[in-house]
């Protein structure tokens, strides 16, 4: 029973290795290649850049462990940037009020594709990138009626671009919603619980666990997650556009996969999925200060998701439980011929 329990936690926590080598690897390249990228003023830049893709990337982790996909991450962070503009007027007095629209509106953003995809039962492929598209237009008829001179509140700007402890306000965000997220699915009934609806669905309907419900929390915190990545983000750069969350439709997945995530749900691990976020945003800064143009760029940033997702939780997985079911296989007995010649 033992040996039982320990072969399940060796092959369970397989399938989070590579993200950290590859984590490893990349410190040595970048070490050998281009050392300037870990340099402190280097590096204070990287942080709020890792900050915003793991938040939304641990939205897009929820998903993924229910066997779901979302598409609708740049015009969720888009338009709740844009509300920051346009609600908080560039007032400070105004910015709670912002927030809170933002964050409502994600909240009914989330509940619609929860909706579609666990009552309805459609694709949530294709009900997130349907979704997304709406957004995508509401956020351009949004932006049309905001002044071309507005920006985000001074007080949020201020914030987003300072430092506590030599660290960006952003990346200690980052860190909270981790640890938060860490220990509601660890250690609350509804974390485990939620955790059970997406390793295995059948099950955890037996034993009454309502699945719809999970399915559609899932969507709605992963849609609010977003939007605080947009809030940020707003407050970083100031005066946001359309085009703010263009670069976060495929890293987003790909971090959460990375990080050990299976697209056909099930486990998966909030600091693994931070690790993968924190190595596709080195992996970016490192070829932006090589100079490579913009193409290799993306070639080379295409290049390492692809190998990073041919080392994925799912192939780790398989692979360590093969191997542990040939070392544990008992060895055929000799047959009687054999035998009888050893005789």
């Given at each position: 029973?033992?040996?039982?329990?320990?072969?399940?936690?060796?092959?369970?926590?397989?399938?989070?290795?590579?993200?950290?080598?590859?984590?490893?690897?990349?410190?040595?390249?970048?070490?050998?290649?281009?050392?300037?990228?870990?340099?402190?003023?280097?590096?204070?830049?990287?942080?709020?850049?890792?900050?915003?893709?793991?938040?939304?990337?641990?939205?897009?982790?929820?998903?993924?462990?229910?066997?779901?996909?979302?598409?609708?991450?740049?015009?969720?962070?888009?338009?709740?940037?844009?509300?920051?503009?346009?609600?908080?007027?560039?007032?400070?007095?105004?910015?709670?009020?912002?927030?809170?629209?933002?964050?409502?509106?994600?909240?009914?953003?989330?509940?619609?594709?929860?909706?579609?995809?666990?009552?309805?039962?459609?694709?949530?492929?294709?009900?997130?990138?349907?979704?997304?598209?709406?957004?995508?237009?509401?956020?351009?008829?949004?932006?049309?009626?905001?002044?071309?001179?507005?920006?985000?509140?001074?007080?949020?700007?201020?914030?987003?671009?300072?430092?506590?402890?030599?660290?960006?306000?952003?990346?200690?965000v980052g860190i909270i919603i981790a640890v938060v997220m860490t220990l509601l699915l660890r250690f609350t009934v509804a974390g485990r619980r939620f955790q059970a609806v997406g390793a295995n669905p059948r099950a955890a309907h037996l034993v009454g666990i309502p699945i719809k419900l999970y399915v559609m929390a899932a969507y709605v915190f992963a849609a609010m997650l977003y939007a605080i990545a947009g809030i940020l983000l707003a407050g970083f750069i100031g005066s946001p556009t359309l085009g703010l969350g263009a670069s976060y439709l495929l890293a987003p997945i790909a971090a959460a996969v990375i990080g050990g995530a299976s697209l056909t749900g099930g486990l998966a691990s909030v600091i693994s999925t931070c690790a993968a976020a924190f190595f596709l945003t080195l992996l970016n800064q490192m070829l932006r200060i090589q100079g490579l143009s913009s193409a290799l760029q993306f070639v080379a940033f295409g290049i390492a998701i692809i190998g990073g997702m041919i080392v994925s939780g799912d192939r780790i997985i398989k692979g360590v439980e093969r191997l542990l079911r040939s070392l544990a296989a008992p060895a055929e007995p000799l047959s009687e011929n054999a035998n009888n010649a050893k005789a």
């Open positions: 029973m033992q040996n039982s329990s320990l072969l399940t936690s060796i092959v369970v926590s397989s399938r989070y290795i590579p993200v950290w080598i590859a984590n490893l690897l990349l410190i040595i390249v970048i070490l050998i290649t281009t050392p300037s990228t870990l340099s402190q003023t280097s590096f204070s830049t990287t942080l709020p850049l890792v900050a915003f893709l793991a938040i939304a990337a641990l939205g897009q982790m929820l998903v993924v462990m229910t066997g779901g996909i979302d598409l609708s991450i740049p015009n969720v962070m888009t338009l709740a940037a844009m509300m920051i503009v346009g609600v908080g007027a560039g007032s400070d007095d105004r910015l709670l009020t912002a927030i809170t629209a933002a964050l409502g509106v994600a909240f009914g953003i989330g509940l619609v594709n929860g909706f579609l995809v666990s009552v309805l039962k459609l694709n949530p492929l294709i009900v997130t990138l349907a979704v997304s598209q709406v957004v995508r237009g509401i956020s351009i008829e949004y932006a049309a009626d905001v002044a071309n001179e507005a920006t985000v509140p001074a007080v949020l700007s201020n914030w987003s671009t300072g430092q506590f402890l030599g660290v960006s306000h952003i990346f200690w």
